[in-house]
T-cell receptor, first 112, second 114 residues
Framework: GNSVTQMEGPVTLSEEAFLTINCTYT??????LFWYVQYPGEGLQLLLK?????DKGSNKGFEATYRKETTSFHLEKGSVQVSDSAVYFC???????????FGSGTQLTVLP | SQTIHQWPATLVQPVGSPLSLECTVE??????LYWYRQAAGRGLQLLFY??????ISSEVPQNLSASRPQDRQFILSSKKLLLSDSGFYLC?????????????FGSGTRLTVV
């Protein structure tokens, strides 16, 4: 079956630090990969996605590259801000499945 | 615009009491609808999904049920809550956008069973 393994949190960084949140997956076929972000008191929002190998998704300074050889989709940002504090979820959708499979989420806190 | 409404935001219920969480969507028709749950320290787990009125698929056996009485309404219910039903419940919908599905999530309900 499909599964997503995500770096456990919580992660606490100082402003302008470099961020990496690891995500690896197992799936049948060639899944699409996603990062969602949940800000306090809000629903999940799509942050970025990649639909095939070697694609790089990017948004708001965040990036993630679909690595088929290592089955990974690590989230990175070069310089985090306090406003990036949120919970980040890695997810995949495989083949014709309509539903998403999520990782456990990583709580990020950025201190000024 | 496309929006999703989910309520309540937080709920504290005693063991054995009934549950009804409601989710409604606007700005789209015939969406796929989902209920997800996140238990403490675990990922989002798909509970139910629906591709149309009255059509419900259950992903895991549990103490909960779902219904879709209208195209844009999805209800999560329980007749008698268990302590293990505590968690964070998210409603979501998806529609095909080009070749891929786009998903929109509600803001979630934090349920504590005491």
């Amino acid at each position: 079956g499909n599964s997503v393994t995500q770096m456990e949190g919580p992660v606490t960084l100082s402003e302008e630090a470099f961020l990496t949140i690891n995500c690896t997956y197992t799936a049948t076929g060639y899944p699409s990969l996603f990062w969602y972000v949940q800000y306090p008191g809000e629903g999940l929002q799509l942050l970025l996605k990649a639909t095939k190998a070697d694609d790089k998704g990017s948004n708001k300074g965040f990036e993630a590259t679909y690595r088929k050889e290592t089955t990974s989709f690590h989230l990175e940002k070069g310089s985090v801000q306090v406003s990036d504090s949120a919970v980040y979820f890695c997810a995949l959708r495989s083949g014709s499945a309509r539903q998403l499979t999520f990782g456990s989420g990583t709580q990020l806190t950025v201190l000024p | 615009s496309q929006t999703i409404h989910q309520w309540p935001a937080t709920l504290v219920q005693p063991v054995g009491s009934p549950l009804s969480l409601e989710c409604t969507v606007e700005g789209t028709s015939n969406p796929n609808l989902y209920w997800y749950r996140q238990a403490a320290g675990r990922g989002l787990q798909l509970l139910f999904y629906s591709v149309g009125i009255g059509q419900i698929s259950s992903e895991v056996p549990q103490n909960l049920s779902a219904s879709r009485p209208q195209d844009r309404q999805f209800i999560l219910s329980s007749k008698k809550l268990l302590l293990s039903d505590s968690g964070f419940y998210l409603c979501a919908w998806s529609v095909l956008q080009g070749r891929h599905y786009g998903y929109t999530f509600g803001s979630g309900t934090r349920l504590t069973v005491v």
